[in-house]
């Protein structure tokens, strides 16, 4: 697999560019480009090399008019990149479990900014979505690159980060209850770039900081990683595939739309958020001092 990664953020492009073959199309300043060119059901090895330099270059791709692409080949593209893992409850399609289906008519609209399954132990490392219906317009997707907030920050801001870790927690009363612990910043295991890891509608809090300041530091954090100068937004057209870095992105399903949109999902299993900072210890909490979750998410667990 070729991991031809640059040391700095995605270039700001504004040209298109072609090689290969492939036509790469940036759709913002921050983040983000469309590849025209290619068959997502018939990929070569090389093209495989391609694609995966591209997604970690640009942390999220868009593969227009890509009809032909079936659920096998979907779950073969993501096979590429790892493990394919089966989502803990969300619908499936039909024989293939690690097809996720995306219904948000049936209630699971992912409209608020999130990493997908961050309170997992091991969140996944990718995601490859096949939108497959959409409204003529609204329904778009946004990203945020999560390398520019992190990049973005005042140094002596950045160093008091160090070493802290977050609770990502997804609460579904009165069934389904997860969580895991990652670093707040958390180091790329293939580019080494440092990366912001926390999202709102996950991340509970910070244990080596009173409940105040937890609150403070995330509520800030969450607001600069959501500025439009670190986003991009999608328009979508029917059967195109996105495929994102799920360790340095996290994304939002803008809910503005009445009409059918529908998709079908698959992730490649990930492995353990690590920092190269050693854990700071936990905030001395008096008496019955307690983190609360910020609230109960009853949201569908993308
Ligand atoms: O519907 C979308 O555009 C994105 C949904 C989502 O959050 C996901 O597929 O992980
Ligand atoms: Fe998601």
Redesign the pocket.
């Known amino acids: 697999m070729t991991q031809s990664v640059s040391e700095q953020p995605a270039p700001a492009t504004a040209a298109a560019s072609s090689g290969d073959g492939l036509d790469i199309r940036p759709v913002s300043g921050a983040l983000g480009a469309e590849v025209h060119g290619i068959d997502l059901n018939d990929l070569t090895d090389a093209q495989f090399d391609q694609i995966h330099a591209l997604m970690l270059e640009h942390l999220v791709l868009f593969f227009p008019g890509q009809e032909k692409l079936t659920p096998k080949a979907h779950v073969e593209f993501g096979r590429r990149f790892g493990e394919v893992e089966i989502h803990p409850f969300l619908p499936k399609l039909g024989e293939y479990p690690e097809v ?1 289906l ?1 219904e ?1 008519d049936k209630g699971g ?2 409209d608020e900014w ?1 990493i ?1 399954v961050s309170f997992s132990p091991n969140p996944p490392i990718a ?1 490859i ?1 096949h ?1 497959v219906t959409c409204p003529p317009s609204g ?3 946004m990203w945020s690159n999560q390398y520019r907030a992190y990049d973005t920050l005042s140094a002596p801001f950045k160093e008091m980060l160090e070493g802290l870790t977050a609770v990502h927690v997804l609460q579904v009363p009165p069934v389904v209850e997860m969580s895991a612990e990652h670093p707040v910043v958390r180091v790329h295991p293939v580019t080494g770039r440092r990366s912001l890891y926390v999202t709102r509608m996950w991340t509970s809090h910070i244990p080596q900081l009173s409940r105040q300041e937890s609150d403070a530091v995330l509520q800030h954090l969450f607001e600069h990683s959501e500025q439009p100068s670190h986003i991009c937004r999608y328009r ?1 057209t029917p059967h195109t595939v ?1 495929l994102w870095d799920n360790r340095a992105t996290q ?3 803008i809910n503005d739309y009445q009409e059918h ?1 529908s ?1 079908q ?1 698959v ?1 490649v299993s990930g492995d353990l958020p690590t920092s190269d900072t050693p854990r700071k210890p936990d905030y001395e909490r008096n008496g019955d001092e307690r983190y609360y979750p910020r609230r109960i998410n009853a949201r569908v667990g ?1």
Do not use: C, E, N, Q
């Open positions: 996720t995306i948000p609209k992912a999130h997908d995601s979505l939108l329904g778009d997707t979508w996105a994304h939002f399903a949109r998709g999902r992730v993308y």
